[in-house]
Structure formats: structure tokens, C-alpha cells
């Protein structure tokens, strides 16, 4: 069965750095897309970042230029590289499972587990 699990989470100050990972299995991870979503306290989960088979990648206008998303099909991991974190990017971080159609990612229904992200200021 499809599953993903994402680590690397932890408490920053403002303006550090941290690299989160999301480990796949059990599928043909290369021939996917994944995303990182996140959701903070009260607000709806959002798309991040996505990487697709061919590595093409997509941000949020909030965190270009800060986040850089990555995947190693060898490891069939993909990682988010956020540095310059904000308090504004605390939040729950998931992955996703998903492709893209239309140049545009979408989400199919298998998800982590989560893992916290909190910028102190």
C-alpha cells in the first residue's frame, strides 16, 4: 500500500533553515508527482511546492525565492529545502501523492502523516 512519511520537522527561530523529508513506498515512486502542503491553526491546507516525474517544480508565491523542492528517485524521498523561515510558515507540513495535468498539480488521496513546523520570532 501506498505510504509516505515526512520528518525533519522542528522548532526554528526566524530566519533559520530546515529541511524536511518525505519518505515513499509502495508504488512506482518516479513516475509521480508529489507536493507539500501545509495548514496552519484555523486555515485551510494549502499547496506549497511540487515536484513532478520530469523534476519540474512549482511554488507558492509566498515562499519563492525560500523554499526549494527536491526528489531523489533513487531514495524515493523528495525534500523541502525552507530557509529564511518566517513565523507566518508555522504550520502542520504534509505530502501528497499526486500529478500534474494541465501544467497544474493535482492531489491524489494518500497523504502523511504530518510533521510540525513552528518559526519562533
Do not use: H
Amino acid at each position: 500500500q501506498v505510504q509516505l512519511v515526512e520528518s525533519g520537522g522542528g522548532l526554528v527561530q526566524a530566519g533559520g533553515s530546515l529541511r524536511l523529508s518525505c519518505a515513499a513506498s509502495g508504488y512506482t515512486f518516479s513516475i509521480y508527482a508529489i507536493g507539500w502542503y501545509r495548514q496552519a491553526p484555523g486555515k485551510q491546507r494549502e499547496l506549497v511546492a511540487a515536484v513532478g516525474s520530469r523534476g519540474n517544480t512549482d511554488y507558492a508565491d509566498s515562499v519563492k525565492g525560500r523554499f526549494t523542492i527536491s526528489r531523489d528517485n533513487a531514495k524515493n524521498t523528495v525534500y523541502l529545502q525552507m530557509s529564511s523561515l518566517k513565523p507566518e510558515d508555522t504550520a502542520v507540513y504534509y505530502c501528497n501523492q499526486g500529478g500534474y495535468y494541465g501544467g497544474a498539480y493535482y492531489s491524489n488521496d494518500y497523504w502523511g502523516q504530518g510533521t510540525q513546523v513552528t518559526v519562533s520570532s
